[in-house]
């Protein structure tokens, strides 16, 4: 989970191992401190599944992945950066993608901030977003862009202080999406409407399910006028393990949009699966990739059943920050989780692409969790996951 407004000397970036070296490095994650999983895999593409029900998953979903050579990198890798990209000098966006490009990913999400394009009604500023998407494609990245964020002038009387404020003109939320969506066609066909709206911080009247699917039943429409072939994804949630005024735990809040009529306005479901403190094979309540299938059936049980889940964020933090919901883990053991969450996902069909937050630290602080989500440091040193990473984006579909 990652705020998309503000965000040691090792060795040079290279592409690293292979299928032995992946297993080297998970034995040596788990030596090295990282949580014991439960089955250590001899074999990238011999993956057992999660839990006893995700092979009839499989089979319900049906075959939709062709394999033909396909690698994870091709099919689901990527990364999710918020908004730092349009706040950093062509140099360090040019090290950042260069670098990325390097992994074998092929995915790039980011935000498309409505504060920062539309700052005045009717006022539209694209040259840093021109600039960067035509940077991302140069690559060969897929983007994910994220329409999300009210600008003061949209905003209502009654939640009128934070960007985070959800829209109190829904024809200028619209307006905003047309017009964005327009402009990109050609290079951008995937967009996500908000960041984890079952979070206070993100939803700043509280999180409701009703009020975000009437913002995203106003959004799919709006997106299909501009580029009718283009893929909406539902605002990626949170891990959340109880109801309060501040949170609002993801399978009820995917319930509730079912309920308030969300069905036929997303083409695929976004999630944020972290699975912190935790590996994603650990049975844990706050272990939203272990459980993940549950919110399948959900879609099923809704008539979605062709619909995947698109984890849009994903990843854990190293470094020594212990909070009261949360703590970072160690570096070894975020290099097991990178491994097991791909491994993982190319067992899912009903799984898209998987974003990992993010590629290189925001800052150096290590009691600060938000600073240490990169595989990556914030001087471009690798962290053990950056190999894990690159290896796991070799493996096949």
Not at 236 to 247: S, V
Request: aromatic share 12%; with cysteine; net charge negative.
């Amino acid at each position: 989970m990652s705020d998309p407004t503000s965000r040691r000397s090792r060795r040079t970036l290279r592409l690293g191992l292979g299928a032995l070296g992946l297993v080297a490095l998970i034995v040596v994650a788990v030596i090295a401190g990282g949580t014991v999983v439960r089955r250590v895999i001899a074999e990238g593409s011999s993956v057992t599944p999660v839990d006893s029900s995700d092979a009839q998953r499989a089979v319900r979903y049906g075959p939709r992945r062709v394999g033909g050579g396909a690698t994870v990198g091709q099919v689901l890798g990527g990364f999710a950066n918020a908004a730092q990209f349009i706040f950093q000098d062509d140099a360090s966006l040019n090290a950042d993608l260069d670098a990325m490009q390097n992994t074998g990913a092929s995915w790039i999400r980011f935000d498309f901030l409505w504060t920062y394009i539309e700052p005045n009604n009717g006022q539209f500023q694209w040259t840093v977003y021109d600039k960067l998407v035509a940077a991302a494609r140069a690559r060969g990245f897929t983007i994910l862009g994220e329409l999300d964020f009210t600008p003061p002038w949209a905003r209502s009387a009654s939640c009128a202080d934070s960007d985070k404020c959800p829209p109190g003109d829904m024809a200028a939320w619209q307006n905003f999406i047309t017009t964005t969506v327009n402009r990109y066609k050609g290079s951008v066909s995937d967009w996500e409407i908000w960041n984890e709206p079952n979070l206070r911080f993100f939803w700043q009247t509280g999180p409701d399910p009703a009020s975000y699917t009437a913002l995203l039943k106003a959004a799919y429409p709006a997106v299909k006028q501009a580029d009718p072939n283009a893929v909406v994804v539902s605002g990626g949630l949170a891990p959340a393990g109880q109801l309060t005024t501040d949170m609002y735990p993801p399978l009820d809040f995917l319930k509730g949009m079912y309920a308030a009529g969300a069905q036929g306005s997303f083409d695929a479901f976004g999630m944020h699966p972290y699975t912190y403190p935790f590996t994603p094979d650990e049975p844990k309540d706050y272990n939203t990739y272990y459980s993940l299938g549950s919110f399948y059936d959900v879609m099923v049980a809704n008539g979605d059943g062709n619909k995947q889940i698109w984890s849009t964020e994903a990843g854990a933090p190293t470094g020594t920050a212990v909070e009261a919901d949360r703590s970072a883990i160690s570096e070894a053991q975020q290099a097991l989780t990178a491994t097991r969450i791909y491994q993982i996902a190319a067992q899912r069909p009903w799984q898209g692409p998987v974003f990992w937050f993010c590629f290189r630290d925001y800052g150096t602080d290590p009691n600060a969790i938000e600073d240490n989500f990169g595989i990556l440091h914030n001087d471009r040193t690798t962290k053990p996951s950056y190999d894990a990473y690159v290896a796991a984006m070799q493996l096949p579909i």
